[in-house]
């Protein structure tokens, strides 16, 4: 009984914890990044410096599709973790690595 009550408020909670963290810490990342994006494009960013019809559009979802469209173009320019999403065949299983013919 002890066992399982260690186990379940001091062990598991610290474990899923740290296994939690990495993927919220990566989308709060592109959130953070296509955030600033949006600002970046704004006419308050610009301080008045362009009119509202200067800025990145006027229409907030052509803004969100611009931000995302910069964001992505970002991270796949960057090829920071494409390896983990997209790998090369050849790296990635041994059986590739042998010639077929």
Do not use: N
């Not at 001091?10 to 939690?20: A, G, S």
């Not at 610009?46 to 803004?63: K, N, P, S, Y």
């Not at 910069?70 to 997209?86: H, K, M, P, R, Y």
């Amino acid at each position: 009984m002890v066992v399982q009550s260690l186990e379940g408020y001091v062990l598991t909670p610290r474990i899923l914890r740290c296994v939690l963290a990495v993927p919220t810490i990566a989308i709060a990342k592109v959130f953070l990044k296509f955030l600033r994006q949006l600002y970046t494009g704004s006419y308050f960013y610009h301080a008045g410096d362009i009119t509202a019809a200067e800025a990145q559009g006027e229409v907030l979802e052509e803004r969100l599709a611009d931000a995302a469209e910069t964001v992505l173009a970002q991270q796949i320019g960057s090829e920071s973790g494409d390896e983990l999403l997209a790998p090369d065949k050849k790296h990635d299983d041994p059986i590739a690595l042998e010639d077929p013919s």
